[in-house]
């Protein structure tokens, strides 16, 4: 039967309508409770009367007739129901939640069945809710309900029932991104300086203001007065915060790094500092990131969050100013590295969307960013040692001493053993004695150097970059280089009348690039001239012309990374490639080449995977997967190639694309209780993925709260890319395979075929490896 109503007896609930029924939970479930005496219906089942009795799973007594077209049909408009709420949630985990992880899924063994009391019977008659999708939402719903303090709730079967492709994008829409909101003050302090990285077995919050900022230091030292149960530790670095020595010493003290902040009225007469929110990834990556925000910032575009995207630019403008680089992340063991540069795309997106009124300003804020990225481009990507001046080729080389501390403890225990055992001490002792200068190993640090490399590329891990990663010009960073050239003398040539003065004084780097440049210790000065458009593209047809020179492959029809001390290229087969159409530094004819002979090397089922299997190479327990190889599929390579693709006029393949991904982030949506994971096995459809850190956006109980910040944004961006026909294809989980039929890319469909059906179920329970239960 429907779950116990408690309620008042010889009341009813007004069925108030709710107006629109697809809205936000906060105005949805935002209203009180209205009832008024009942004048129909007997409540004797309440004090003991059961029309129904339970059905006992799996015996045929039970078992209920199938809906048939003649049944009983609503005359009085859309059907909704009368909930108790806590009765029901314990109803629906007891009877469906079998694996009791707070989630209702596919892989759940429970009868897929619950029958509610509806609103107009006053929960008296029942109306039975079926499915996997409509009993994930129930829940959902419920727990949503129960954070607005609701006891009873009229609910909509409308909302059980949703488009799952309007559900999911209003979510991210009217919830995710708000949940994964920050602000770093005295009001949000408490909730970022929380690190799940953190394994000094110290949790005290700490916080790390940059030199140059006074105002700043003495308004975190005021919270910390007036919050006292914080126990706020405030810290003030030196003027170059990002020296190697400098920062091994902060491991054992791990702080946030402040960010931009804007003077308000205090309420009081006065002024005080409230930090400019942004957004996260979710998950363990509670702190600003770099390449993370622009696709974040894309779907926040979509989204109409235009101010929230254009204070993430603020915070990077804050970045390097302060600590010289736009940070891997925001917190200071990050000091020493950055990310793939993506600012001025990000800041020439949002210019383009700010508010028409006040020309002037927004010209103003794009020039802050438009030197800030000046100040970047010089400093670090074409600054030694990022550059390999033979070649002018950019790298990912950052600076840094010992072991990454924010890696799980055991990550680099295979790295380390074969050491400790040499000296004849603990892995641990090894450790610490290596961090600290005591044991020299320079074939660790040739290690080492590369892994932060890794890390700074934003691919960590992958076998393309293994023990080479620090000397190797990828495709990616030299497309978004050139992308960067082109930006600056863009907006330098349309929109400050092709004359740009500095304001900040730094090197200027040698142009062009040579070994007797770079090697000559005169710099021109940043403040000696004003920028003009001319420099800037030359740039972008020097990097070009280098592209093709030492990353186009003419035989393979593809870019490859080049190895800047073998002096060849690095043969591994990268999605990256396709970065080159979204900077626009392929010709039309090597475009052509890419999309007709390589693009089918990196379609799967789910969309783009990372790389091919055959540049993967075999995995075995000695050797495992790399969560940015084969198969996995991610957002930033699924958005750069669709974009590329439109952009030099491939659109249905962007489109076919597109929809491949949406395809596989709704039907994980549909069968696992909205799940919106950081990534997928783009091969087995799954997000059940074991390698190295595992996956996140999983944890949640009951309903999803976040989804995971860029695959949110790929959902909103992918969106913009289907047809209408296509929107309604994804929303009912039609297969790629019959909505393009088997021509498209049948290759890749037949080698698929061999490594794993498609059933969804038979998938998850393959991925759980679940043992057969003997009789």
Same mark, same amino acid.
């Given at each position: 039967?429907?779950? *116990?109503?408690?309620?008042?007896?010889?009341?009813?609930? =007004? /069925? /108030?309508?709710?107006?629109?029924?697809?809205? %936000?939970?906060? *105005?949805?479930?935002?209203?009180?409770?209205?009832?008024?005496?009942?004048? #129909?219906? $007997?409540?004797?089942?309440?004090?003991?009367?059961?029309?129904?009795? *339970?059905?006992?799973?799996?015996?045929?007594?039970?078992?209920?007739?199938?809906?048939?077209?003649?049944?009983?049909?609503?005359?009085?408009?859309?059907?909704?129901?009368?909930?108790?709420?806590?009765?029901?949630?314990?109803?629906?985990?007891?009877?469906?939640?079998?694996?009791?992880?707070?989630?209702?899924?596919?892989?759940?063994?429970?009868?897929?069945?619950?029958?509610?009391?509806?609103?107009?019977?006053?929960?008296?008659?029942?109306?039975?809710?079926?499915?996997?999708?409509?009993?994930?939402?129930?829940?959902?719903?419920?727990?949503?309900?129960?954070?607005?303090?609701?006891?009873?709730?009229?609910?909509?079967?409308?909302?059980?029932?949703?488009?799952?492709?309007?559900?999911?994008?209003?979510?991210?829409?009217?919830?995710?991104?708000?949940?994964?909101?920050?602000?770093?003050?005295?009001?949000?302090?408490?909730?970022?300086?929380?690190?799940?990285?953190?394994?000094?077995?110290?949790?005290?919050?700490?916080?790390?203001?940059?030199?140059?900022?006074?105002?700043?230091?003495?308004?975190?030292?005021?919270?910390?007065?007036?919050?006292?149960? &914080?126990?706020?530790?405030?810290?003030?670095?030196?003027?170059?915060?990002?020296?190697?020595?400098?920062?091994? $010493?902060?491991?054992?003290?791990?702080?946030?790094?402040?960010?931009? &902040?804007?003077?308000?009225?205090?309420?009081?007469?006065?002024?005080?500092?409230?930090?400019?929110?942004?957004?996260?990834?979710?998950?363990?990556?509670?702190?600003?990131?770099?390449?993370?925000?622009?696709?974040?910032?894309?779907?926040?575009?979509?989204?109409?969050?235009?101010?929230?995207?254009?204070?993430? =630019? %603020?915070?990077?403008?804050?970045?390097?100013?302060?600590?010289?680089?736009?940070?891997?992340?925001?917190?200071?063991?990050?000091?020493?590295?950055?990310?793939?540069?993506?600012?001025?795309?990000?800041?020439?997106?949002?210019?383009?969307?700010?508010?028409?009124?006040?020309?002037?300003?927004?010209?103003? +804020?794009?020039?802050?960013?438009?030197?800030?990225?000046?100040?970047?481009?010089? #400093?670090?990507?074409?600054?030694?040692?990022?550059?390999?001046?033979?070649?002018?080729?950019?790298?990912?080389?950052?600076?840094?001493?010992?072991?990454?501390?924010?890696?799980?403890?055991?990550?680099? #225990?295979?790295?380390?053993?074969?050491?400790?055992?040499?000296?004849?001490?603990?892995?641990?002792?090894?450790?610490?004695?290596?961090?600290?200068? =005591?044991?020299?190993?320079?074939?660790?640090?040739?290690?080492?150097?590369?892994?932060?490399?890794?890390?700074?590329?934003?691919?960590?891990?992958?076998?393309?970059?293994?023990?080479?990663?620090?000397?190797?010009?990828?495709?990616?960073?030299?497309?978004?280089?050139?992308?960067?050239?082109?930006?600056?003398?863009?907006?330098?040539?349309?929109?400050?009348?092709?004359?740009?003065?500095?304001?900040?004084?730094?090197?200027?780097?040698?142009?062009?690039?040579?070994?007797?440049?770079?090697?000559?210790?005169?710099?021109?000065?940043?403040?000696?001239?004003?920028?003009?458009?001319?420099?800037?593209?030359?740039?972008?047809?020097?990097?070009?012309?280098?592209?093709?020179?030492?990353?186009?492959?003419?035989?393979?029809?593809?870019?490859?990374?080049? /190895?800047?001390?073998?002096?060849?290229?690095?043969?591994?087969?990268?999605?990256?490639?396709?970065?080159?159409? +979204?900077?626009?530094?392929?010709?039309?004819?090597?475009?052509?080449?890419?999309?007709?002979?390589?693009?089918?090397?990196?379609?799967?089922?789910?969309?783009?995977?990372?790389?091919?299997?055959?540049?993967?190479?075999?995995?075995?327990?000695?050797?495992?997967?790399?969560?940015?190889?084969?198969?996995?599929?991610?957002?930033?390579?699924?958005?750069?190639? +669709?974009?590329?693709?439109?952009?030099?006029?491939?659109?249905?393949?962007?489109?076919?694309?597109?929809?491949?991904?949406?395809?596989?982030?709704?039907?994980?949506?549909?069968?696992?209780?909205?799940?919106?994971?950081?990534?997928?096995?783009?091969?087995?459809?799954?997000?059940?993925?074991?390698?190295?850190?595992?996956?996140?956006?999983?944890?949640?109980?009951?309903?999803?709260?976040?989804?995971?910040?860029?695959?949110?944004?790929?959902?909103?961006?992918?969106?913009?890319?289907?047809? #209408?026909? &296509?929107?309604?294809?994804?929303?009912?989980?039609?297969?790629?395979?019959?909505?393009?039929? $088997?021509?498209?890319?049948?290759?890749?469909? =037949?080698?698929?075929?061999?490594?794993?059906?498609?059933?969804?179920?038979?998938?998850?329970?393959?991925?759980?490896?679940?043992?057969?239960?003997?009789?």
């Amino acid at each position: 039967m429907a779950p *116990t109503l408690n309620h008042p007896a010889g009341v009813t609930f =007004v /069925d /108030d309508g709710h107006g629109t029924v697809h809205v %936000d939970a906060a *105005t949805y479930y935002g209203g009180g409770e209205a009832f008024t005496r009942s004048r #129909t219906y $007997s409540h004797s089942h309440i004090h003991g009367y059961i029309p129904k009795r *339970t059905p006992l799973f799996e015996e045929d007594t039970h078992m209920r007739a199938r809906r048939m077209s003649h049944d009983e049909k609503s005359v009085t408009g859309p059907r909704r129901f009368l909930i108790d709420v806590e009765e029901t949630i314990r109803v629906v985990l007891e009877q469906e939640d079998t694996d009791g992880d707070f989630q209702i899924s596919i892989t759940d063994a429970g009868p897929k069945m619950m029958a509610l009391g509806t609103a107009t019977s006053n929960g008296f008659k029942t109306f039975d809710v079926r499915g996997t999708y409509m009993l994930s939402n129930l829940l959902q719903e419920l727990a949503l309900a129960r954070d607005h303090g609701r006891k009873r709730i009229v609910l909509d079967e409308a909302r059980l029932s949703e488009n799952p492709v309007d559900r999911l994008s209003r979510m991210i829409k009217n919830s995710f991104w708000h949940s994964l909101t920050r602000r770093i003050d005295g009001d949000g302090l408490e909730i970022i300086t929380a690190d799940p990285k953190n394994r000094t077995g110290r949790v005290q919050p700490r916080i790390y203001v940059p030199h140059g900022e006074p105002a700043m230091a003495e308004y975190y030292r005021k919270v910390a007065r007036e919050k006292p149960h &914080m126990n706020l530790d405030v810290q003030v670095l030196p003027p170059k915060p990002d020296d190697a020595i400098f920062v091994k $010493s902060l491991n054992s003290k791990p702080g946030l790094l402040a960010l931009a &902040m804007n003077e308000v009225d205090d309420g009081k007469g006065g002024r005080t500092l409230k930090g400019i929110p942004f957004i996260v990834p979710g998950a363990r990556f509670n702190e600003l990131y770099n390449w993370d925000s622009y696709f974040i910032s894309l779907g926040l575009l979509v989204d109409g969050q235009v101010t929230m995207a254009k204070g993430m =630019v %603020d915070h990077f403008i804050f970045e390097i100013k302060h600590y010289g680089k736009i940070l891997n992340g925001s917190r200071s063991y990050y000091l020493c590295r950055t990310q793939p540069p993506f600012l001025t795309d990000m800041a020439l997106q949002i210019y383009n969307q700010l508010d028409r009124s006040d020309v002037e300003s927004n010209r103003q +804020w794009l020039k802050r960013a438009i030197q800030a990225a000046i100040k970047e481009y010089h #400093t670090i990507w074409v600054a030694e040692p990022r550059i390999d001046p033979k070649t002018g080729l950019s790298r990912y080389r950052p600076d840094g001493l010992g072991i990454p501390p924010e890696t799980e403890a055991t990550h680099f #225990t295979h790295i380390l053993e074969p050491y400790a055992e040499k000296h004849g001490i603990s892995v641990l002792e090894f450790s610490e004695k290596y961090n600290n200068g =005591v044991l020299k190993e320079p074939a660790l640090d040739e290690y080492f150097l590369h892994d932060r490399a890794v890390r700074e590329s934003g691919h960590d891990t992958t076998y393309r970059f293994e023990k080479r990663c620090a000397n190797l010009g990828t495709i990616d960073l030299q497309a978004l280089l050139y992308k960067y050239e082109v930006d600056i003398g863009t907006a330098i040539r349309e929109v400050f009348d092709d004359e740009l003065e500095l304001e900040e004084e730094f090197d200027l780097a040698p142009f062009p690039p040579s070994v007797e440049a770079y090697r000559n210790p005169y710099r021109e000065r940043s403040t000696s001239r004003s920028q003009n458009s001319d420099e800037w593209f030359e740039r972008a047809d020097h990097r070009s012309e280098m592209i093709d020179k030492y990353l186009w492959n003419e035989n393979k029809k593809l870019y490859f990374d080049y /190895d800047t001390v073998l002096e060849k290229q690095s043969l591994y087969e990268s999605v990256t490639a396709f970065w080159a159409l +979204w900077a626009g530094c392929a010709s039309e004819e090597q475009c052509w080449k890419l999309v007709s002979q390589s693009l089918k090397k990196f379609e799967v089922l789910g969309g783009l995977v990372s790389g091919t299997e055959e540049s993967r190479g075999k995995i075995s327990l000695d050797r495992p997967n790399r969560q940015w190889d084969y198969p996995y599929a991610w957002p930033p390579h699924q958005i750069m190639t +669709w974009v590329g693709l439109e952009r030099y006029g491939y659109l249905e393949d962007a489109q076919r694309l597109s929809y491949r991904f949406l395809y596989m982030m709704t039907t994980a949506f549909v069968d696992f209780n909205g799940v919106v994971p950081e990534k997928f096995d783009a091969v087995k459809l799954s997000h059940l993925v074991d390698a190295e850190y595992g996956n996140q956006g999983l944890d949640f109980k009951m309903v999803p709260r976040e989804g995971f910040g860029w695959m949110n944004s790929a959902y909103q961006v992918g969106l913009s890319f289907l047809t #209408t026909h &296509m929107r309604r294809a994804v929303a009912t989980c039609t297969s790629p395979e019959v909505l393009f039929g $088997s021509s498209a890319n049948l290759e890749n469909a =037949v080698a698929q075929a061999a490594h794993a059906a498609t059933d969804p179920l038979g998938l998850a329970m393959e991925s759980l490896d679940i043992a057969s239960v003997p009789a």
